[in-house]
């Protein structure tokens, strides 16, 4: 038993969860079919994928378990909250096949644990890492692409206006800036353009892109075209003065950043400087670090540092974060 309380040996089984984990998503993607604009915008269908599909659709025990899913996260109003996640993120999965998913390693993985440690704070350990992990990492995915959305959106409306200077209509603007920018900016009017394409109207496919999205500065541009069709002007006058607007936004953001740059050097140093030194302490003398995971209270004390560690980044980051 204490070969499986060797770090080398508990990082292969965090290593085989994380892989159980991706299998598992990957199957419940492909039981399900797609219900979204997504295949229209592809440019190819996926002749590997959709037999996959086919024969995985086949199982009337994955679908119940889908069903039972979602209709229990309709009950308990989390599934509309997971579905706008993964639009945001862009992340081809349907909200239920996520949370099967990740109730099933949820169970799995934490039990797993226990059998190979029979330690209570591994076992307490790995069911709050996969209880608020997938969470968390959807979150960063969805913040993540919403940030270089925005990093797009001021040199897209400039071209957008440019365009329309020479002479084109809004739609065929929007279509050709869809084919020259790069994602997220790019998939996302592809999909503007093929909703229009299917009898959608300009401004409502542009408002759902921008609930979709969730970008405050997307909004006031679909928001300031919509006033235009309305009263009418220069649309592309009117965009290139939302543009510069967001370009002076995105300077006072950068100048905030550089000024908070020590606070978040400190939390990430907070978070690196004791597991590496800890790392470092038990590759020089592991027998001297051994108690800390072999003994119950080193254990306790193991976890009791990394939730107030955890606790101590988040702290940090709320101090140095400043809206603009």
């Known amino acids: 038993m204490n070969t499986l309380r060797d770090p080398q040996v508990l990082?292969?089984?965090?290593?085989?969860?994380?892989?159980?984990?991706?299998?598992?998503?990957?199957?419940l993607r492909m039981g399900a079919e797609q219900e979204s604009i997504d295949h229209f915008v592809q440019?190819?269908?996926?002749?590997?994928?959709?037999?996959?599909?086919?024969?995985?659709?086949?199982?009337?025990?994955?679908?119940?378990?889908?069903?039972?899913?979602?209709?229990?996260a309709q009950r308990r109003g989390a599934l509309g909250s997971v579905e706008r996640s993964l639009r945001a993120a862009d992340v081809p999965?349907?909200?239920?096949?996520?949370?099967?998913?990740?109730?099933?390693?949820?169970?799995?993985?934490?039990?797993?644990?226990?059998?190979?440690?029979?330690s209570i704070v591994f076992f307490?350990?790995?069911?709050?890492?996969?209880?608020?992990?997938?969470?968390?990492?959807?979150?960063?995915?969805?913040m993540s692409r919403r940030k270089r959305f925005n990093a797009q959106l001021?040199?897209?409306?400039?071209?957008?206006?440019?365009?329309l200077r020479a002479g084109r209509s809004v739609g065929q603007a929007m279509e050709s800036l869809s084919r020259e920018l790069s994602d997220p900016m790019g998939r996302e009017l592809r999909k503007v353009v093929a909703e229009m394409r299917l009898g959608r109207s300009l401004h409502e496919?542009?408002?759902?892109?921008?609930?979709?999205?969730?970008?405050?500065?997307?909004?006031?541009?679909?928001?300031?075209m919509q006033i235009q069709a309305e009263v009418g002007g220069n649309l592309a006058e009117l965009l290139d003065q939302v543009a510069a607007t967001m370009r002076e936004r995105l300077r006072m953001k950068g100048e905030v950043k550089a000024l908070t740059a020590e606070g978040r050097a400190s939390a990430l140093m907070l978070v690196v400087l004791v597991p590496g030194l800890g790392?470092?302490?038990s590759a020089v003398n592991r027998d001297y670090m051994a108690p800390l995971v072999t003994t119950t209270i080193g254990q306790v004390i193991l976890g009791v540092s990394i939730?107030?560690?955890?606790?101590?980044?988040?702290?940090?980051?709320?101090?140095?974060k400043v809206d603009v």
Not at 154 to 163: H, R
Request: charged share 15%; proline share 5%; aromatic share 6%.
């Open 11 to 27: 990082m292969l089984i965090l290593g085989v969860m994380l892989g159980l984990t991706v299998v598992i998503v990957t199957l």
């Open 43 to 72: 440019k190819r269908p996926d002749r590997r994928a959709q037999k996959l599909d086919e024969a995985v659709a086949k199982s009337p025990a994955l679908r119940r378990a889908v069903e039972l899913t979602a209709n229990l």
């Open 93 to 118: 999965i349907r909200p239920a096949e996520l949370l099967l998913a990740h109730f099933c390693v949820l169970i799995i993985v934490p039990a797993g644990v226990f059998v190979l440690t029979r």
């Open 124 to 142: 307490a350990l790995a069911a709050v890492l996969l209880a608020l992990g997938p969470m968390y990492t959807l979150r960063f995915i969805v």
């Open 154 to 163: 001021p040199d897209a409306l400039t071209v957008l206006a440019g365009s």
């Open 205 to 224: 496919a542009l408002s759902d892109a921008a609930d979709r999205i969730d970008s405050p500065d997307f909004r006031w541009a679909v928001l300031a």
């Open 279 to 281: 790392l470092v302490m």
């Open 307 to 320: 939730v107030m560690i955890v606790g101590g980044y988040f702290w940090m980051t709320k101090l140095i």
